[in-house]
């Protein structure tokens, strides 16, 4: 109501525009169409016209249209034009662009048709030695999770298919995981029994669901906010519980602490139990720990221990031990008869109450599963020259664990120590996960009776093996011999709290850790002092003594090398009066450097693109406080993108800081500025004699 005829009209033409472009992609060329407003006189209508670019509108007649001041709207289309007739074209266009982009959302269209045979002989060998390992590890680690040995089988035959598939690494094992089981099973210690295996399917689930929506939303960075010292420590500290927990299952004590239990407390009661140790576990368990501590200490030096399936030994040795001995008699626990039916697939039973309880536990598995697993991924993607997207990953882990969930597989992702013997088996491609997958369904179906007198203490050995394997001291040594004290600290308090306070709560501490080291180095404006080299003639940064050398000539060059924001500004005019008092950004307040006062500043803002509202105001403040103490300030290559430089031109900087005081280069700037110090101070002292001679 109220509005003009013409103002109707242009409601009613763009409704209809916007019309036009919902019923056909055909038409959404028209936002970077010329259209022209024209009025009739005669009948009061006012009418449209698009000219399509020539690629869209070729020898094809214009869209036009008309409207009333009713505001009617009513459209004219030339036959050429017409939405119908050229639906086969936008679906033979949207087919074509399907076809193209859709080897990128799933791998296996891309790499499948151009596989050879000579790939093959490479993956199968790779694949038959990851299986030695997996098999009797995911026996092994269905025990950290607290679920049933035949668990650990499935989780490692769907996920790993749908990897194959999905997954964009072609070393990469894909499986049960140490740390990301401990996670499952301390995550749900307050489950009851009877809902127990419901709760992880639902755990599965979730995990499932985030790392999809992470990956669909490309939020594949977030491996980069976990710094690797923080990483480091939580992978430290999470080793030192797995082997806490296998410390009863080797030496045969039973244990009275709960599943909540801290490292502390495992470890205190080791140390009062293990006198009563069982001999005969302790001799399985010790030997198949040597055993497998003794090929992982010479597996980087001897070329064969390489290729040797270390655990696959261990296992099938001490279940003939075993049964040759009669150990299930001598007191000896074994892995009994293992129901080895396929699981039933079923959807897992999501509720208010299982959702509220896994939710927790779900978004840090996959925040930590994914680290991890990205970390090995990239690493072999630059080994071998091919391109790993972080993105890519989340979305084939994330449909690896909600189809695992289905078939009863617990939360997965990638093993570090598999992963390398998948690559130095000689593993070409994804091919290697249906090998591995093809082998863990035959075990299910056919082998598990012939591990029935698999004894317990060997599987403990396993995982422990598992939890030395994540140690690195690389990590430590680096830190020590750059002197990154503070990276080592954040290592040692990441380690410290995930010891003694539990996996997630040292997992949640490092994040908040980290993310506060992120923001604080964030929220720092990058400035530098510059001063003239006299051998190049140019301008470089300098810090110490020379920068506060270059502080006392009375006038400032200073380079700004980033964009403003509102994060990082409100910081500057502390750091500029640090450069103006002490002459450097690095100078402590306590400092007494004498540094005289400054006449003019130079802004070299050559590498600012981009300022925000609050970052201009505080410019603004500053440019206005050194005005108010006669410091002339000058600017080089201020030449922001257009939108930036019209909030300049609103705000009123380029006014403030005058024309005549925006330059194209630093010497330029000196040169001016020196003029109007010069001129400045010529027009004190002749303000000085005057006063001199009047008072005389």
């Given at each position: 109501?109220?509005?003009?005829p013409?103002a109707?009209a242009q409601?009613?033409l763009?409704?209809g525009?916007?019309?036009?472009?919902?019923l056909s992609?055909?038409f959404c060329?028209?936002?970077?169409a010329?259209?022209?407003?024209?009025e009739?006189e005669?009948?009061?209508?006012?009418?449209?016209?698009?000219?399509l670019p020539?690629d869209q509108?070729?020898?094809r007649?214009p869209l036009?249209?008309r409207?009333?001041?009713?505001g009617e709207f009513?459209?004219t289309f030339?036959t050429?034009v017409?939405?119908?007739?050229h639906?086969?074209d936008?679906?033979?266009t949207?087919?074509?662009?399907i076809?193209?982009?859709?080897?990128?959302?799933?791998?296996?269209?891309?790499?499948?048709p151009k596989?050879t045979l000579?790939?093959?002989?490479?993956?199968l060998?790779a694949?038959?030695?990851?299986?030695?390992?997996?098999v009797?590890?995911?026996l092994?680690y269905?025990?950290?999770?607290?679920?049933?040995?035949?668990?650990?089988?499935?989780?490692s035959?769907v996920p790993l298919?749908?990897?194959g598939c999905?997954g964009?690494?072609?070393?990469?094992?894909?499986?049960?995981e140490?740390?990301?089981?401990l996670l499952?099973?301390?995550?749900?210690?307050?489950?009851?029994?009877?809902d127990?295996?419901?709760a992880?399917m639902?755990?599965?689930?979730?995990?499932?669901?985030i790392s999809?929506a992470?990956?669909?939303?490309?939020l594949g960075f977030?491996?980069n906010i976990?710094?690797?010292p923080?990483?480091?420590?939580f992978v430290?500290g999470?080793?030192?519980?797995?082997?806490?927990e296998?410390?009863?299952?080797?030496f045969g004590?039973?244990?009275t602490l709960?599943l909540?239990a801290?490292t502390?407390?495992r470890?205190?009661?080791?140390f009062?139990k293990?006198?009563s140790s069982?001999?005969?576990?302790v001799?399985f368990?010790?030997?198949?720990?040597a055993?497998?501590l003794?090929?992982h200490l010479?597996?980087?030096h001897?070329?064969?221990?390489?290729y040797l399936p270390?655990?696959?030994i261990v296992?099938?040795f001490s279940t003939?031990?075993?049964?040759q001995?009669?150990a299930r008699d001598n007191?000896?626990?074994?892995?009994?008869?293992v129901?080895?039916?396929f699981?039933?697939p079923?959807f897992p039973?999501?509720?208010?109450s299982?959702?509220?309880t896994?939710?927790?536990t779900?978004s840090i598995?996959?925040?930590?599963?994914f680290v991890?697993?990205?970390?090995?991924?990239k690493?072999y993607?630059?080994?071998?020259?091919y391109?790993v997207?972080?993105?890519?990953?989340l979305?084939?882990f994330?449909?690896?664990?909600i189809?695992?969930?289905i078939?009863?597989s617990?939360?997965?992702?990638?093993?570090l120590?598999?992963?390398?013997?998948?690559?130095m088996?000689?593993?070409?491609?994804?091919?290697?996960?249906?090998v591995?997958?093809?082998v863990v369904?035959?075990?299910?179906?056919?082998l598990?009776?012939?591990?029935?007198?698999?004894p317990k203490?060997?599987?403990?050995a396993i995982?422990a093996?598992?939890?030395i394997?994540?140690i690195h001291?690389?990590?430590?040594?680096f830190?020590?011999r750059?002197?990154g004290?503070r990276d080592?600290?954040?290592l040692v308090v990441?380690f410290?709290?995930t010891?003694s306070?539990g996996?997630e709560?040292?997992?949640l501490?490092?994040?908040?850790?980290?993310?506060l080291?992120?923001?604080s180095r964030?929220?720092?404006?990058?400035l530098?002092?510059?001063?003239?080299?006299?051998?190049?003639?140019?301008?470089?940064p300098?810090?110490?003594e020379?920068?506060r050398?270059?502080a006392t000539?009375g006038l400032l060059?200073?380079?700004?090398?980033?964009?403003?924001h509102f994060?990082?500004?409100?910081?500057?005019k502390?750091?500029?009066?640090r450069?103006?008092?002490?002459?450097?950004?690095e100078?402590?307040?306590?400092e007494?450097c004498?540094?005289?006062?400054?006449?003019a500043v130079?802004?070299?803002a050559?590498n600012?693109?981009?300022?925000d509202?609050s970052a201009t105001?505080i410019?603004l403040?500053?440019?206005?406080?050194?005005?108010?103490r006669g410091?002339l300030v000058?600017?080089?290559r201020l030449q922001?993108?257009r939108s930036?430089?019209n909030?300049l031109?609103?705000?009123?900087?380029?006014?403030l800081?005058g024309?005549?005081?925006l330059?194209?280069?630093?010497t330029e700037?000196k040169?001016?500025?020196e003029?109007?110090?010069a001129?400045?101070?010529a027009?004190?002292?002749?303000?000085?004699d005057?006063?001199?001679?009047s008072?005389?």
């Amino acid at each position: 109501a109220g509005r003009s005829p013409l103002a109707e009209a242009q409601v009613g033409l763009c409704l209809g525009g916007c019309f036009c472009c919902v019923l056909s992609d055909r038409f959404c060329a028209v936002w970077s169409a010329g259209a022209l407003m024209v009025e009739d006189e005669q009948d009061d209508s006012y009418s449209l016209e698009i000219s399509l670019p020539a690629d869209q509108a070729g020898e094809r007649a214009p869209l036009t249209g008309r409207a009333q001041p009713s505001g009617e709207f009513h459209t004219t289309f030339s036959t050429e034009v017409d939405l119908y007739s050229h639906t086969p074209d936008n679906f033979a266009t949207r087919w074509q662009t399907i076809k193209k982009r859709a080897p990128y959302y799933v791998p296996i269209i891309q790499w499948l048709p151009k596989y050879t045979l000579k790939d093959l002989p490479h993956d199968l060998l790779a694949g038959l030695t990851t299986a030695m390992m997996i098999v009797p590890q995911g026996l092994s680690y269905a025990a950290l999770a607290h679920m049933p040995p035949v668990y650990g089988l499935y989780s490692s035959f769907v996920p790993l298919v749908v990897y194959g598939c999905m997954g964009t690494s072609r070393q990469l094992s894909v499986g049960p995981e140490a740390v990301v089981v401990l996670l499952t099973g301390m995550g749900l210690s307050s489950v009851p029994s009877e809902d127990y295996i419901a709760a992880v399917m639902v755990l599965t689930f979730v995990v499932g669901v985030i790392s999809l929506a992470f990956g669909i939303f490309r939020l594949g960075f977030i491996d980069n906010i976990l710094s690797r010292p923080l990483v480091e420590g939580f992978v430290l500290g999470s080793a030192l519980l797995i082997l806490s927990e296998q410390l009863h299952g080797m030496f045969g004590y039973h244990s009275t602490l709960e599943l909540d239990a801290s490292t502390v407390d495992r470890y205190v009661e080791f140390f009062q139990k293990v006198g009563s140790s069982h001999r005969e576990t302790v001799a399985f368990g010790l030997l198949s720990f040597a055993f497998l501590l003794l090929c992982h200490l010479a597996r980087p030096h001897v070329r064969f221990v390489k290729y040797l399936p270390s655990i696959m030994i261990v296992v099938v040795f001490s279940t003939l031990a075993s049964w040759q001995t009669g150990a299930r008699d001598n007191g000896v626990h074994v892995l009994g008869d293992v129901d080895g039916r396929f699981f039933t697939p079923q959807f897992p039973k999501l509720s208010a109450s299982s959702l509220n309880t896994v939710i927790g536990t779900a978004s840090i598995i996959t925040v930590v599963g994914f680290v991890e697993a990205t970390s090995i991924s990239k690493n072999y993607g630059s080994k071998y020259n091919y391109v790993v997207s972080a993105n890519r990953e989340l979305v084939a882990f994330g449909f690896s664990n909600i189809l695992g969930s289905i078939f009863g597989s617990f939360p997965v992702f990638a093993s570090l120590p598999r992963s390398a013997v998948n690559d130095m088996a000689g593993a070409r491609t994804q091919m290697v996960n249906f090998v591995v997958s093809m082998v863990v369904l035959f075990t299910n179906g056919v082998l598990l009776t012939l591990v029935t007198d698999l004894p317990k203490p060997t599987m403990s050995a396993i995982v422990a093996m598992a939890a030395i394997s994540l140690i690195h001291v690389d990590q430590i040594k680096f830190l020590w011999r750059v002197r990154g004290y503070r990276d080592g600290c954040l290592l040692v308090v990441v380690f410290v709290a995930t010891v003694s306070l539990g996996v997630e709560t040292g997992i949640l501490i490092g994040i908040a850790l980290s993310m506060l080291q992120a923001i604080s180095r964030t929220t720092l404006p990058q400035l530098s002092v510059l001063s003239k080299d006299p051998v190049t003639n140019t301008y470089n940064p300098v810090q110490g003594e020379d920068s506060r050398a270059a502080a006392t000539s009375g006038l400032l060059i200073i380079k700004i090398d980033e964009s403003l924001h509102f994060a990082n500004a409100g910081q500057l005019k502390d750091l500029l009066r640090r450069i103006e008092f002490l002459g450097d950004v690095e100078a402590h307040p306590s400092e007494d450097c004498n540094i005289p006062p400054i006449q003019a500043v130079i802004f070299d803002a050559g590498n600012v693109s981009k300022l925000d509202n609050s970052a201009t105001q505080i410019l603004l403040e500053i440019i206005h406080n050194y005005k108010e103490r006669g410091i002339l300030v000058g600017f080089v290559r201020l030449q922001p993108n257009r939108s930036t430089k019209n909030l300049l031109h609103r705000s009123g900087l380029y006014t403030l800081v005058g024309v005549s005081n925006l330059f194209d280069n630093i010497t330029e700037a000196k040169t001016a500025l020196e003029r109007q110090m010069a001129l400045a101070a010529a027009d004190a002292n002749k303000g000085t004699d005057l006063l001199h001679e009047s008072s005389a």
